[in-house]
């Protein structure tokens, strides 16, 4: 796993040992960065389930001016931290070791507004649908007006709920293998 493109072009990033977190792969995340790429420059990201920091860090090498990485793994924090010192991009990140909705609302709670939000939960739960739902219910309070959202699953986890939520239009929908990404932005 490294860093694609940008000013960290070509650093090599650690993963966890465990199989609770599962790395976005080279060749989506080269595709996720072409599709968001017009929204990057300066954007404050957050990256709601976050693992390794990968799509985080790649979005600061690539001119995003900050990222709130969360994640609720032990094991993920440290590899995140260490990703962090190798790559040296403390001054633009901050970790949050928050459930996600507890991360959500202590966002809306202090008012962060983020141009770009990764989704990308353990494929079988439901943590996307509330995650997408939250942020449509808090209309404003997460997302800036022109911000996107990016939702990584499994093709075989979708169903029509993820193209009915309030207040958010899915904009696009790309499959890799099993792999499918959806962009979502203010109806």
């Known amino acids: ?65 900050f990222c709130l990485i969360n994640d609720i793994e032990k094991n993920a924090i440290s590899t995140i931290l260490f990703n962090i010192q190798l790559t040296n991009t403390e001054k633009y990140v901050k ?25 990308d939960p353990p494929y079988n739960s439901d943590y996307a649908i509330k995650s ?13 007006e022109d911000g996107i959202i990016v939702y990584e699953s499994d093709k075989g986890f979708l169903d029509d709920k993820y193209d009915n939520i309030e207040n958010l239009e899915c904009i696009n929908t790309k499959f890799y293998g099993r792999v499918v990404i959806k962009i979502y932005k203010w109806r």
Not at 100 to 115: A, R
Request: hydrophobic share 40%; proline share 3%.
């Open 95 to 119: 970790i949050s070791m928050k459930d996600y909705l507890k991360c959500l609302k202590k966002i809306t709670q202090d008012e962060m507004l983020f141009d770009i939000i990764f989704i």
């Open 1 to 65: 796993m490294r860093i694609i493109a940008g000013s960290l072009k070509g650093k090599k990033l650690k993963s966890p040992t465990t199989d609770k977190t599962r790395p976005t792969l080279d060749r989506v995340k080269e595709a996720v960065c072409s599709m968001v790429s017009p929204h990057i420059e300066n954007a404050k990201v957050l990256d709601l389930f976050s693992g390794t920091g990968s799509l985080a860090l790649e979005m600061i090498s690539r001119g995003a001016s």
């Open 132 to 144: 997408l739902e939250y942020i449509s219910n808090n209309k404003s309070k997460i997302l800036t």
